[in-house]
């Protein structure tokens, strides 16, 4: 069958996205696949248990729009713990299917043709066109090379009557740097006074290294009352599959995220969201950050001596190498004969711009198996110019 009419795309500039690209790439070729965000070791059996405990106990229709009450209490109380931040369970939480789900919603929600949103480049890839969709026009912003972060007075300057909203991430994907205190108290200076809202992407807020504080918006009451803050189950609990997250927002925000989630996916999953609010008791989230150091050092010691560079990721689960001593080959191309010739599978961070920016570098994924870490290594240890 052919639709006979003229299809003008929305996205006309969109493709597969290259986290498909790679991974079918690395199937392809039988390659080790670091190019994807996800871990390749087994969610806790506990949760496992949970879920299927409450599966069996009949709770398998429709949970509330907003998100089970037992899950946004438990999401409240963490809030509060870790963050000082006082939380309306009822009105100011909602459980999502997914953190992209929740940006996707925050974004359409509250942008209107010919609004600007301010983009931080490189940014992960389903900003933009959740921005393009709702009529928005993106602007982009670069985070400066090689420590990425982000020229405060350059937003400032940008910033103009049309602004809408501001996109941030910490801690980052794909570079895995991190937003500092003077960042946050910056991006609140620059904000007060104004209508501008943010969209704030911390999926990874369990994953920084090296004794560093994750700063959530959440710590800054004035930011924390223009913001949309998003949060990634998957991300903590091993288990990017399951699609669950949720968005903290204020509640003359929330109402307008509500109005539109209802519509988009009504409800996240029933019994992983019972199940997660009885997981949630243990807090094993504060485990989180000394497990994935132990991991990116893994990596990073086994690749001392190899032809790449790197600086250690600050937070995430992305590591950066530096190729340039290899190849003057775009990271495209790069990317694409690691994968082919020596069995691992990357991403390029050209492919987080909207005007490609090649630095040379590809991401690589560390929350994957000693074993997997140690294969991968040996294969990258020879790759050389």
Not at 181 to 191: C, G, M, N, P, Y
Request: net charge negative; charged share 20%; aromatic share 12%.
């Amino acid at each position: 069958m052919h639709f006979p009419g003229i299809i003008s795309s929305k996205l006309p500039w969109a493709g597969t996205t290259i986290f498909t690209v790679m991974s079918s790439l690395a199937t392809e070729h039988e390659a080790i696949n670091l190019s994807q965000g996800f871990p390749n070791y087994e969610v806790s059996n506990e949760l496992i248990d949970l879920v299927h405990h409450y599966m069996r106990k009949g709770l398998n229709q429709y949970a509330p729009m907003q998100g089970v009450p037992a899950l946004r209490k438990a999401i409240a109380d963490k809030s509060k713990a870790l963050y000082g931040a006082d939380v309306d369970p009822d009105t100011e939480v909602t459980i999502t299917s997914g953190a992209t789900q929740a940006i996707y919603t925050a974004i359409t929600a509250m942008i209107r043709p010919g609004d600007e949103v301010i983009v931080l480049e490189p940014a992960y890839d389903s900003y933009v066109p959740a921005i393009e969709l709702a009529g928005g026009i993106p602007v982009f912003i670069q985070m400066q090379a090689p420590t990425y972060r982000v020229d405060w007075s350059l937003v400032r300057k940008r910033m103009t009557p049309r602004t809408k909203m501001i996109l941030i991430n910490s801690p980052h994907n794909p570079t895995g740097s991190f937003f500092n205190e003077s960042d946050l108290k910056e991006l609140d200076r620059i904000t007060d006074g104004t209508e501008v809202l943010i969209v704030s992407d911390e999926v990874y807020e369990h994953l920084l290294f090296d004794g560093r504080r994750h700063e959530s918006v959440l710590r800054y009451p004035q930011l924390a009352a223009r913001s949309f803050v998003t949060y990634s189950f998957g991300k903590t609990y091993h288990s990017t599959g399951w699609k669950m997250g949720y968005c903290i927002a204020p509640e003359n925000l929330m109402k307008e995220f509500r109005r539109v989630h209802q519509f988009v996916v009504f409800c996240a999953n029933a019994p992983m969201q019972y199940a997660l609010a009885d997981f949630m008791n243990n807090r094993n989230y504060l485990e989180l950050p000394d497990f994935f150091q132990a991991k990116r050092d893994r990596f990073l010691e086994l690749l001392n001596g190899s032809s790449f560079k790197f600086v250690p990721a600050a937070g995430s689960y992305f590591q950066l190498l530096d190729y340039s001593e290899i190849t003057d080959e775009k990271d495209t191309d790069f990317a694409v004969r690691l994968t082919k010739e020596h069995g691992v599978a990357s991403i390029p961070t050209s492919v987080f711009y909207r005007q490609p920016q090649d630095h040379r570098l590809l991401r690589f994924c560390f929350a994957k198996t000693d074993e997997t870490l140690i294969a991968a290594a040996n294969r990258l240890q020879r790759v050389r110019a």
